[in-house]
């Protein structure tokens, strides 16, 4: 693979996602129609499902090894977010994501000045660190059963930090409260 593998790994994920979980609607190929046999579906053979497939196998790789937060940033960051939305901003969720919970809030409750710039920052590095791991990753044996999980995971994640970004949002309202009452 090249140095884009794990866009290229994460984009064939995100498509396959639903074929892989078994939710895939059963599409004309797969009809039984006249007694004749089911196949398969159409992405089974292609070269789009055997990346999903490599993936699958690396998070496995990088589960096993202990790195279950690392599939989580990653998967936000490949798998989740479509290449036009990761920034800078996304970033900074998904360095945010590794941080106890107080530190996390405390830091959204900052959206401008140095505490945001250097989370910006550490979200690349968190990136390019969860980018370097993954495509590092061998290829471990794995059925997959695994995979619901890892998504609920990220899904939890994203909720846990949409819950901390309300929290902020109330402490930099109390704190622009506080200083009004101050100033008058």
Known sequence: MNARSSE????????????????????????????????????????????????????????AAGARGEAVAWWLWFVRAAPESRTDAL??????????????????SHTSGPDAASAKSAGRR??????????AAPFAESGGSWLQSLVDSVDGAASDLERDERAAMA??????????????
Do not use: M
């Not at 968190?126 to 495509?135: A, G, K, M, P, S």
């Open 8 to 63: 290229r790994y994460g984009e064939a994920l995100a498509a396959e996602l639903p074929a892989l979980l078994g939710r895939a609607n059963a599409i004309a190929p797969n009809r039984v129609q006249n007694g004749s046999q089911r196949g398969e579906d159409d992405g089974a053979g292609s070269r789009r499902r055997q990346l999903a497939c490599e993936a699958v196998r690396k998070l496995a790789a990088l589960v």
């Open 126 to 135: 968190r990136v390019d660190l969860t980018r370097e791991l993954f495509d």
């Open 91 to 108: 970033a900074r969720r998904v360095h945010l994501l590794a941080l106890p919970r107080e530190e996390r809030i405390e830091l959204l």
């Open 171 to 184: 402490i930099r309202l109390a704190r622009r409260a506080a200083r009004k009452e101050k100033a008058a």
